[in-house]
């Protein structure tokens, strides 16, 4: 099974994004940050060329100017949950009918704080997302399919160590503390990167490649200074075992499709 997961910034242009990912001629697809407009457009554009089945979060009390999530797919998928939570919009959880079986695929983006919130604002943000954050944690935890993908844009972490350890955006760099209220993002982060394992759900990139390569999936410049965060994943069940498990790096730049590198990952089947 060859999955491929990207946030597609709301790019209004999407005939290059779709012949990116046709190109490697994937059984799922994974989409981030789709614009409402987008959605139909993605729908017919992928029926037409033999991915006839498709799943988005949109639903009627969507929250204005958000985006969605999607997945497409080459073989039948049906809805896992109608999620009643702040921030519904920003995962998806499906059930894929592949030939070898059911695959949960749980498709996440999590939210990114703006500058420009209040503290009345920031509050009501924290809460919400924490919740989405521990929903996703709770849907791959308390499901034990043998078949199960979590891949997305976690926007975390901030560091990856050749121990295998991690540091977020929630603790400082020089004492590895969490910063002021930053406790519970800290730990959550943590369980969705990390935590899963003791549920048999691995990060695919980490399996295949270990700890001593270092990658990033979104880079910035900041006074002169160019710097990147892998904050893009692929995590699977143990029965799922990755075989190729890469970064698009080109269709980020110089292709310039999305300020976010898709990930793509190959996987054999373990029963």
Same mark, same amino acid.
């Given at each position: 099974?060859?999955?491929?997961?990207?946030?597609?910034?709301?790019?209004?242009?999407?005939?290059?994004?779709?012949?990116?990912?046709?190109?490697?001629?994937?059984?799922?697809?994974?989409?981030? +940050?789709?614009?409402?407009?987008?959605?139909?457009?993605? $729908?017919?554009?992928?029926?037409?060329?033999?991915?006839?089945?498709?799943?988005? !979060?949109?639903?009627?009390?969507?929250?204005?100017? $958000?985006?969605?999530?999607?997945?497409?797919?080459?073989?039948?998928?049906?809805?896992?949950? +109608?999620?009643?939570?702040?921030?519904?919009?920003?995962?998806?959880?499906?059930?894929?009918?592949?030939?070898?079986?059911?695959?949960?695929?749980?498709?996440?983006?999590?939210?990114?704080?703006?500058?420009?919130?209040?503290?009345?604002?920031?509050? &009501?943000?924290?809460?919400?997302?924490?919740?989405?954050?521990?929903?996703?944690?709770?849907?791959?935890?308390?499901?034990?399919?043998?078949?199960? &993908?979590?891949?997305?844009?976690?926007?975390?972490?901030?560091?990856?160590?050749?121990?295998?350890?991690?540091?977020?955006?929630?603790?400082?760099?020089?004492?590895?503390?969490?910063?002021?209220?930053?406790?519970?993002?800290?730990?959550?982060? =943590?369980?969705?990167?990390?935590?899963?394992?003791?549920?048999? &759900?691995?990060?695919?990139?980490?399996?295949?490649?270990?700890?001593?390569?270092?990658?990033?999936?979104?880079?910035? !410049?900041?006074?002169?200074? !160019?710097?990147?965060? =892998?904050?893009?994943?692929?995590?699977?069940?143990?029965?799922?075992?990755?075989? +190729?498990?890469?970064?698009?790096?080109?269709?980020?730049?110089?292709?310039?499709?999305?300020?976010?590198?898709?990930?793509?990952?190959?996987?054999?089947?373990?029963?």
């Amino acid at each position: 099974m060859k999955l491929i997961t990207w946030n597609l910034n709301k790019r209004r242009a999407i005939e290059p994004q779709i012949a990116a990912l046709l190109s490697r001629s994937p059984d799922v697809v994974a989409l981030q +940050e789709v614009s409402l407009n987008n959605l139909p457009r993605f $729908r017919e554009a992928f029926a037409s060329v033999g991915y006839p089945f498709t799943l988005d !979060s949109f639903h009627a009390a969507f929250v204005a100017r $958000r985006s969605f999530v999607m997945i497409v797919s080459r073989h039948p998928i049906q809805r896992l949950y +109608e999620l009643d939570i702040p921030y519904s919009q920003n995962l998806l959880s499906s059930r894929v009918q592949m030939s070898f079986g059911d695959v949960m695929v749980h498709n996440l983006h999590s939210p990114v704080t703006l500058r420009t919130m209040d503290d009345s604002a920031l509050a &009501v943000h924290n809460r919400n997302k924490l919740q989405l954050l521990q929903t996703t944690f709770d849907c791959l935890s308390n499901d034990r399919a043998n078949f199960r &993908v979590l891949c997305g844009d976690f926007n975390s972490p901030r560091r990856e160590l050749p121990d295998g350890s991690i540091i977020t955006f929630y603790q400082s760099e020089k004492t590895l503390r969490p910063t002021k209220d930053g406790a519970a993002f800290n730990h959550i982060h =943590r369980e969705l990167l990390r935590g899963l394992a003791r549920f048999e &759900v691995h990060d695919a990139y980490r399996r295949l490649h270990g700890w001593n390569v270092d990658d990033f999936s979104w880079r910035a !410049s900041y006074r002169g200074r !160019s710097f990147g965060f =892998r904050l893009d994943h692929i995590l699977s069940s143990e029965s799922l075992v990755p075989t +190729e498990c890469f970064y698009h790096h080109a269709w980020r730049e110089p292709d310039n499709l999305s300020d976010h590198s898709a990930m793509e990952a190959t996987f054999a089947v373990n029963t």
